[in-house]
């Protein structure tokens, strides 16, 4: 059981440059989410989605999209990258059973924006 | 809104020694909240979590929180720390009941090291 996968774990970008980062989960949870972490920030979300074709923003959702059309995937595009966009980026999975409630999280993608 | 703070960004101890990470909230609702920790490159590992019914939670690793609600509360202990320990240990709530768990908010995380 793999959990929540992310990919690529490393990406050097230029300003400018798109890119998609992947996460896919097979546990079938409803819930995906994506997160940034910075020093000193801790994580904030970036943009959720509570189920295929369903997504939202978070706090912190411009220069990001997504997309939702299947339950295990949720790629988050970087349509033209900047350099305030370096950070780890972590996917989330979690799902709704009422009194047992648990974020999974993925290993990371380190992006660097030159 | 929700906030998080973590009352301390590092916390260094000698091993076998106690060890308590502060944490307080903000929330208009009832509340979801988790401590999460971090080793170095890695992803996020729940210890522990409150939902609901006795406020001691306990976690992995030997790790307890007490959740308070009067003084919004859910400061992290262990009673003796290794050095394993050494991570960073984040702070998260989700608004409540159905926990909203695609929505967490975390604090800035507390750098524990743990020294010889």
């Known amino acids: 059981n793999a959990g929540v996968t992310q990919t690529p774990k490393f990406q050097v970008l230029k300003t400018g440059q798109s890119m998609t980062l992947q996460c896919a989960q097979d546990?079938?949870?409803?819930?995906m989410s994506w997160y940034r972490q910075d020093p000193g920030m801790g994580l904030r979300l970036i943009h959720y989605?509570?189920?295929?074709?369903?997504?939202d923003q978070g706090e912190v959702p411009n220069g990001y999209n997504v997309s939702r059309s299947t339950t295990e995937d949720f790629p988050l595009r970087l349509l033209s990258a900047a350099p305030s966009q370096t950070s780890v980026y972590f996917c989330?999975?979690?799902?709704?059973?009422?009194?047992?409630?648990?974020?999974?999280f993925g290993q990371g993608t380190r992006l660097t924006v030159v | 809104a929700q906030s998080v703070t973590q009352l301390d960004s590092q916390v260094p101890v000698f091993e076998e020694a106690p060890v308590e990470l502060r944490c307080n909230y903000s929330?208009?609702?009832?509340?979801?909240l988790f401590w999460y920790v971090q080793y170095p490159n890695q992803g996020l590992q729940l210890l522990l979590k409150?939902?609901?019914?006795?406020?001691l939670v306990k976690g992995i690793n030997g790790f307890e929180a007490e959740f308070n609600k009067s003084q919004t509360s859910f400061h992290l202990r262990k009673p003796s720390v290794h050095i394993s320990d050494t991570a960073e240990y984040f702070c998260?709530?989700?608004?409540?009941?159905?926990?909203?768990?695609?929505?967490?908010?975390f604090g800035k995380g507390t750098l524990l090291t743990v020294n010889p």
């Open positions: 989330a999975s979690s799902y709704s059973t009422r009194g047992n409630t648990e974020a999974f």
């Open positions: 546990m079938n949870h409803e819930y």
């Open positions: 989605s509570v189920g295929a074709g369903i997504t």
């Open positions: 929330s208009s609702v009832s509340v979801y």
């Open positions: 409150y939902l609901s019914g006795s406020t």
């Open positions: 998260a709530v989700s608004e409540g009941p159905g926990g909203s768990n695609y929505k967490l908010t």
